[in-house]
């Protein structure tokens, strides 16, 4: 998808389209391609993502659509460097000029950034055990160990990547950029903690934090 609407004639006629499905189904977001940016693509799409970006944002303004409809790039958190606590957070070396890029036309047109979080990928697979405990993932009252940082205190995985980007974009000078969850979930098959009664742990502990507003340590009272 990425590749086909770097040409501006693609991007047209799909917009055409999307009248159709914004005056009907009240579409807010257009979302150029999926995690672009995963270390499992070798680059695929690092050439093409911005220029898809820029294309359809030019089309949306073109319709006078940019305001009812925004664009944005989900991403993965491994846009993000591996570190063991969000206040040392930045984004990944090798694609720090793209983010930069991104970002700022992002910040340019009023879009907001969109990040995909599994905190059960934090776990890891079924050869590896995980550097954080299985309580860590969900939301409810646990017994482990909170995780410090400086003056911010976390309690679950969701909190502390949130917060990772919210460091990174405030260190790359975008610090009130507005941030949106564009994927999240929880298995329930194919691994040992992939249950559905995790699934339902998860799931519904992710809509209480979301329905409390509480926000994050970095971002406090602020709607998800």
Same mark, same amino acid.
């Given at each position: 998808?990425?590749?086909?609407?770097?040409?501006?004639?693609?991007?047209?006629?799909?917009?055409?389209?999307?009248?159709?499905?914004?005056?009907?189904?009240?579409?807010?977001?257009?979302?150029?391609?999926?995690?672009?940016?995963?270390?499992?693509?070798?680059?695929?799409?690092?050439?093409?993502?911005?220029?898809?970006?820029?294309?359809?944002?030019?089309?949306?303004?073109?319709?006078?659509?940019?305001?009812?409809?925004?664009?944005?790039?989900?991403?993965?958190?491994?846009?993000?460097?591996?570190?063991?606590?969000?206040?040392?957070?930045?984004?990944?070396?090798?694609?720090?000029?793209?983010?930069?890029?991104?970002?700022?036309?992002?910040?340019?047109?009023?879009?907001?950034?969109?990040?995909?979080?599994?905190?059960?990928?934090?776990?890891?697979?079924?050869?590896?055990?995980?550097?954080?405990?299985?309580? #860590?993932?969900?939301?409810?009252?646990?017994?482990?160990?909170?995780?410090?940082?400086?003056?911010?205190? #976390?309690?679950?995985?969701?909190?502390?990547? #949130?917060?990772?980007?919210?460091?990174?974009?405030?260190?790359?000078?975008?610090?009130?950029?507005?941030?949106?969850?564009?994927?999240?979930?929880?298995?329930?098959?194919?691994?040992?903690?992939?249950?559905?009664?995790?699934?339902?742990?998860?799931?519904?502990?992710?809509?209480?934090?979301?329905?409390?507003?509480?926000?994050?340590?970095?971002?406090?009272?602020?709607?998800?």
């Amino acid at each position: 998808m990425v590749k086909v609407y770097t040409k501006k004639i693609h991007v047209y006629g799909w917009l055409r389209g999307l009248f159709v499905v914004v005056l009907f189904c009240g579409f807010r977001y257009v979302g150029v391609g999926n995690e672009p940016y995963l270390k499992a693509y070798n680059d695929t799409y690092s050439a093409s993502t911005f220029l898809a970006l820029r294309n359809i944002q030019r089309a949306l303004m073109n319709a006078n659509m940019e305001e009812q409809v925004k664009v944005t790039v989900p991403l993965n958190a491994d846009a993000l460097n591996e570190s063991g606590t969000p206040s040392d957070s930045v984004f990944r070396e090798d694609i720090t000029h793209d983010m930069l890029e991104i970002v700022g036309f992002l910040a340019e047109n009023q879009c907001p950034f969109t990040l995909n979080i599994y905190p059960f990928l934090t776990l890891g697979d079924n050869n590896n055990k995980s550097s954080l405990p299985l309580d #860590y993932a969900f939301f409810d009252p646990h017994t482990s160990p909170p995780i410090t940082d400086g003056e911010y205190t #976390y309690l679950n995985a969701f909190d502390a990547t #949130y917060d990772a980007l919210v460091v990174a974009l405030t260190k790359a000078g975008y610090s009130n950029m507005s941030i949106i969850v564009g994927g999240i979930g929880w298995p329930t098959d194919g691994h040992a903690n992939a249950t559905p009664d995790n699934a339902m742990r998860f799931n519904q502990g992710f809509l209480d934090h979301v329905l409390s507003e509480v926000g994050t340590p970095r971002r406090p009272n602020t709607p998800i």
